[in-house]
């Protein structure tokens, strides 16, 4: 029972894939990507019940792991994958209207974008490091496609920046995690890579070596967490991506590597304490701060403005991250899925604007609000719940890195993020205030019938706005779970 | 095979995995260096087969196996068609930095090398361990081939010698990592490599060549 529930998360896209293997793309087919990330939804919290009640559970002959971190994990992989997935029928659709995909362009992309959701579940079950790294290099050539599907010289482009750095930084992580191996071996009870034993056996791991090893494997993931000083490819990749991948690729795969971040600081603070990592992160998200605020000012392009505002989300989880303590990490776990549901309600919103506008230039769209209300009232609610007002839940969860930082004795460093983060959280305000709001063009042409946003599409944007404010108002029946994976979390000092 | 002969062929093997690696810097045909390439992939096979014999695992004797097949075989064999595919002009015309800057900059990042890894042969000295450095070398060479190259198959080339590196400090650590690992990782070089190539492809039907100067769409 325990085994089938924790193959569903990464079987049923694997089955979904296979079905648009068989069956090609078409409108009976077009809501199985769907259903497969609501059986994946339901998967996590069938586990979250089992976790909740038993504890930590072990399958697949050792190889796979769920304790109350993956679980969280999986829950943030089900709710934004669902929301993407619901989204694509329509945004495919319209595609093929425009003459810009193919019925055969919809089946690889649905495939692909199936591997995709199976390959991030088996990264967050992997109970070793090594099976980590296998699932989260393959999410790079999984997506490697996805980006270029449109093969505009843009988007041949970044595809190959996006897999030439990635494979670089991800290649980096594992030479540290081979390093870690070395360490490992030369332990009494030779632990392997697998995530439980290593922390067992930290006290005889040696710390230089570990050193070596967890610096290469923090920068390493912090590539494809789009960390820097190598985080280039990010914006190119999530601006040319099809709306959908963009929302996954910013919403939860940033949030997946983290993830293997947040592992290996779990090692790393369990061998060298907790002052090695927490400087390494700290320098990592401070320079991805300045970065993603300075860029953003003169940014000319929605969908890469959306993009630097991800560089500078993860930044503030690292900040979180580095600051540990259970209040930081509860926080972050927070702030990891209310990013993914506005981060994902905001990049479909985008493709459905450039979609009916055929432009991603913030200068050339104007009036969103008299043209398409409702489009402009999601997109305006989504950039106010991802600077972090209230109702939305990442106000709650930037109060808690915030108070944890200042109490944790890192005031200044909190401070200066905390200013970056407010300066990336206006830019963002007037760009899009810019584009929603003004007098729609006079004369002729301008008053060609308004395009009308598919119910799905919208239904979606509507759900993910109103779930992100309601986990701000309360976290309900995530509480205990988010308590029990921050504490998995902080580790055992 | 006694102890003596076990260190002077290993320590053989790794001086033609650094040889190779600045030859590298040295050649630009893309076709010599598919062919340092493979010579490379022998070296790093001969390494695996040593601590194979040496250790007497099966294991690593089937990793010796595999990397002889996907390093002097596969992917020699895809780089080559990369190339076939950029037509006759393939050669690294304009690197960033010249010949002889190169030549240099390996030779520091070598000693760099050998001053990062101390920790790593401290904690278990032995003949495979005090190679490791050549490993680390041959890893920060390939990031600088990787950074310094504009042509994308030449990009590709210094990937893979980064790879390489990183496959011989594997070697040169081990006694096991455990095979599932070893064959995942093998696939996903393979995997990432097909990638690579067919976007390779893709990049000379859209932008005509392969010069990763004429990426110029994507910047702030």
Redo the contacts between chains.
Sequence with gaps: MITLLMLAPVGLPVLGALAYLLFGWRPATAWIAAGAAAGELAAAIGLAAVVDLSGPQIAVGG?ARVDALSVFMLLVIGTVGLLATAASPSYLAAEIRAGRASMRTAARHSLLVQAFLAAMASAVLAA?L??L??AI??T??VT??LV?QR????A??????Y??IC??GI?LA??GA??L???A??TPVRP??NLVGLIAAAHTL?P??T??AVAMLVIGFGTKAGLAPLHAWL??AH??APAPVSALMSGVLLSVAFYAILRVKLVADAVLGAGFARALLLVMALASLALAAS?LI??RDYK?MLAYSSIEHLALIATGAAVGGPLAMAAVLLHMLGHGLAKGVLFLGAGQLSQTDGTSRIAQIRAVAARQPVLAGCLGFGVLALIGLPPFSIFASELGIARAGFAAGLGWFTAIALSLTAVAGAVLVIHVSRMLLGTPAEGPGAATASPRLPAAAGAVLLAGLTLSAALGVTAGPLTGLLHSAAVIAVGTP | MSETTYVQLLYLACGGLLLTSVLMLWRRELAVLIRVFAVQGFALAVIAGLAALHHGGIELGAVAVGILVLRVGILPWLLRRAVAAVGPASRETRPLVNVAASLLVAAVLTLLAYA??R??V???PAAATSAIPIGVAV?LIG?FV?ITRRR?PS?LVG?LL??NG?TA??LL??????L??EL??AL?VL??VL??QI?TG??R???GDTD?AE?R??H?
């Design positions: 190889l070793d090594g099976g790294w296998i290099e393959a790079t050539i490697a496609f270029g093969r505009t010289r843009a041949v482009e970044a595809a190959w920046k897999v030439v494979s670089t290649a594992l030479l081979l390093l191996n070395y360490a071996q030369h392997g890579l040696d230089a070596v050193k070596i914006p190119d601006s040319q860029l003169a940014q890469r | 990062v890894s920790p790593l401290e904690l278990a890893v990031f990787l994308a990009q990937f980064m790879d990183i400090v594997g650590t081990t006694a096991g990592v455990a599932t690992v995942g990782v996903d995997l990432a990638v690579l976007l893709r990049m039907e859209t932008f990763v990426l769409e994507l702030d």
